[in-house]
T-cell receptor, first 111, second 111 residues
Framework: GQQLNQSPQSMFIQEGEDVSMNCTSS?????WLWYKQEPGEGPVLLIA?????ELTSNGRLTAQFGITRKDSFLNISASIPSDVGIYFC???????????FGKGTKLSVKP | NAGVTQTPKFRVLKTGQSMTLLCAQD?????MYWYRQDPGMGLRLIHY???????AKGEVPDGYNVSRLKKQNFLLGLESAAPSQTSVYFC??????????FGPGTRLTVL
C-alpha cells in the first residue's frame, strides 16, 4: 500500500531551538495535513495544505506543500516545552477514501 | 461543541470477552472512522463509515465489527477479544475526505 516516510523518528532539542521535520512519498497527493498528538490525547489538526507550493503558518508553526506534491515539511520556531508530542503527517490517499498517516516524529524539548 | 467523544477511556478485558466502544460526534459529520494506534505502527484504519447506515472495512478490520445506526454515533465491537487487540483506539469524524477530527482515545488492554 501507499506509505509516507516521516523523518526524523524522534528529536531531542533545547527550548528555544527551531525544529524541522518532513514527510515524503513516492505518490502524488492533493492534500497534506499535519497533526500533533500529546501524551494520552488524540491527534489534533495543526495545518492543512491543499495546493502545491502552498506555505501556511499557524503561530510558530509553518508547513509547506511540496511543489512535486510528493512531500511536505513542518517547521516549529523557538520551541517551548509545550511543543512536546508526536507530530504526524497525513494525506488523503487511502483506497477507502481515508487518510494515510506517517509513523510520526516524537519531539522532546528540554527546558 | 464537545467535538468527538469516546467512551470508555480505559478498559481491561480477559481473552474471549466482548465489548463495545462508543464514539459520538456533534459536528453533523457524514464520515466517521475507527483507528488503532500501536507503538511504531502509527494510526491504522479499522473500519469507517461514509454515512448513517453504511460501514466499510479499512486496513485492519479482522476481529472487529462496527455499526452506524445514527449519524452521530459510530460503534466498534470486539466479539471475542484477543491480546493482539491491546491498543489505543481512536475515533475520528470529518465532513469530507480531508480534515479529520479525533476523539481522546480508548486505551484497551486484553489479558
Amino acid at each position: 500500500g501507499q506509505q509516507l516516510n516521516q523523518s526524523p523518528q524522534s528529536m531531542f532539542i533545547q527550548e528555544g531551538e527551531d525544529v524541522s521535520m518532513n514527510c515524503t512519498s513516492s505518490s502524488i497527493f492533493n492534500t497534506w495535513l499535519w497533526y500533533k498528538q500529546e501524551p494520552g490525547e488524540g491527534p489534533v489538526l495543526l495545518i492543512a495544505l491543499y495546493k502545491a507550493g502552498e506555505l501556511t503558518s499557524n503561530g510558530r508553526l509553518t508547513a509547506q506543500f511540496g511543489i512535486t506534491r510528493k512531500d511536505s515539511f513542518l517547521n516549529i520556531s523557538a520551541s517551548i516545552p509545550s511543543d512536546v508530542g508526536i507530530y504526524f503527517c497525513g494525506v488523503n490517499g487511502g483506497s477507502q477514501g481515508n487518510l494515510i498517516f506517517g509513523k510520526g516524529t516524537k519531539l522532546s524539548v528540554k527546558p | 461543541n464537545a467535538g468527538v467523544t469516546q467512551t470508555p477511556k480505559f478498559r481491561v478485558l480477559k481473552t474471549g470477552q466482548s465489548m463495545t466502544l462508543l464514539c459520538a460526534q456533534d459536528m453533523n459529520h457524514e464520515y466517521m472512522y475507527w483507528y488503532r494506534q500501536d507503538p511504531g505502527m502509527g494510526l491504522r484504519l479499522i473500519h469507517y463509515s461514509v454515512g448513517e447506515g453504511t460501514t466499510a472495512k479499512g486496513e485492519v478490520p479482522d476481529g472487529y465489527n462496527v455499526s452506524r445506526l445514527k449519524k452521530q454515533n459510530f460503534l466498534l465491537g470486539l466479539e471475542s477479544a484477543a491480546p493482539s487487540q491491546t491498543s489505543v483506539y481512536f475515533c475520528a469524524s470529518s465532513s469530507g475526505i480531508n480534515e479529520q477530527f479525533f476523539g481522546p482515545g480508548t486505551r484497551l488492554t486484553v489479558l
